[in-house]
């Protein structure tokens, strides 16, 4: 369980966070190009309105979350039915479900079709635009180096996550692609939703993989 606490500074340019404190519960992880500025030099920056505002982001703040994070877990298990490792995503936008997806590289084909991947192409055929500002992405697990990519190209506003992925996770565990300088678009994420669920799923697929695994070697072996 990730603990902390942060305070979001909203300017037109997008958001910015400082360290304040500990809080259980989600992490939420998107600086300014990784950089965490004092509050006091945030009001001098330039900006269209001159005026930010200052909000405590806590576990439970939007009340959708949940939800949505719930509604990615139900297309996980559909990976899960397919023999694919259990990741689901939803994209939202104004409080509607504009895309979805699931992992499926290997009933697809297609080493890109990571659960993010599937549901932005989704949404962008949806709403017939490549450019997806405004939305937020779901995802049960974090996000791996490609994906990132990916919604930063489609110009996802905010992505939450269930689970960490301290393998290939490119957003906190291995590294932190969001925070590095040379990006132009800046996305708010927030991690550690629903992260006890999301990680089940998982562990129980891998843990019955292995069962099977083993039982097809016994069997080969002519080992009861």
Not at 31 to 51: D, H
Not at 57 to 62: I, S, T
Request: charged share 25%.
């Amino acid at each position: 369980m990730v603990s902390m606490t942060q305070v979001k500074i909203k300017l037109d340019g997008g958001a910015v966070y400082k360290r304040v404190g500990r809080l259980r519960g989600c992490l939420v992880i998107k600086a300014n190009n990784g950089i965490f500025m004092p509050l006091q030099s945030l009001t001098s920056r330039p900006s269209a309105s001159r005026s930010f505002q200052q909000s405590r982001v806590m576990p439970g703040l939007d009340k959708d979350d949940n939800y949505w994070m719930r509604r990615a877990l139900t297309l996980a298990e559909r990976a899960a039915s397919q023999d694919e490792v259990p990741v689901g995503a939803v994209v939202v936008r104004d409080g509607k479900e504009i895309g979805t997806g699931f992992n499926s590289p290997i009933s697809g084909c297609d080493p890109t079709a990571h659960a993010e991947i599937c549901a932005l192409r989704d949404a962008a055929a949806r709403v017939g635009n490549y450019r997806l500002t405004g939305a937020t992405l779901y995802v049960t697990l974090e996000p791996c180096t490609m994906c990132v990519g990916a919604i930063v190209h489609s110009r996802i506003s905010r992505v939450v996550y269930g689970a960490c992925e301290p393998k290939s996770g490119a957003v906190e565990s291995t590294r932190r692609t969001l925070d590095e300088p040379h990006l132009n678009w800046q996305v708010e994420a927030v991690g550690g939703i629903l992260q006890e669920d999301c990680g089940r799923v998982l562990s129980e697929f891998f843990s019955r993989r292995r069962a099977e695994i083993r039982q097809r070697r016994q069997q080969g072996s002519g080992k009861e």
